[in-house]
């Protein structure tokens, strides 16, 4: 018989453990252009900083975070900005 293993499941957040990781990973989902994994990538990236240091900066309230940044959720355009400034991120477009 043979023995098997227990896997653990894939954490992105373990990974983006630096700027550079976080910047990275968030520029290869805005360029695939999901909204919904936009999201998600953001809820990775605030666990990853803490979600209760993101939600103080930002001035969301933690549940509303983690409301904001779950699957399925259509947070306001003024909610994402929050996020990403909270995260110490910021957008720029390219031609």
Do not use: C, W
């Not at 293993?5 to 360029?31: C, W």
């Not at 399925?72 to 031609?95: E, M, Y």
């Amino acid at each position: 018989m043979k023995k098997t293993q227990k896997l653990k499941a894939f954490d992105i957040t373990r990974h983006l453990d630096s700027e550079e990781a976080i910047a990275e990973y968030l520029s290869q989902v805005l360029e695939d252009g999901d909204n919904d994994e936009l999201i998600r990538s953001l809820g990775h990236i605030a666990k990853a900083k803490g979600m209760a240091v993101v939600a103080k900066d930002s001035g969301l309230g933690r549940e509303s975070l983690y409301k904001a940044l779950s699957a399925g959720s259509q947070p306001r355009f003024d909610t994402i900005t929050k996020v990403i400034n909270a995260l110490g991120l910021k957008i720029s477009v390219h031609n």
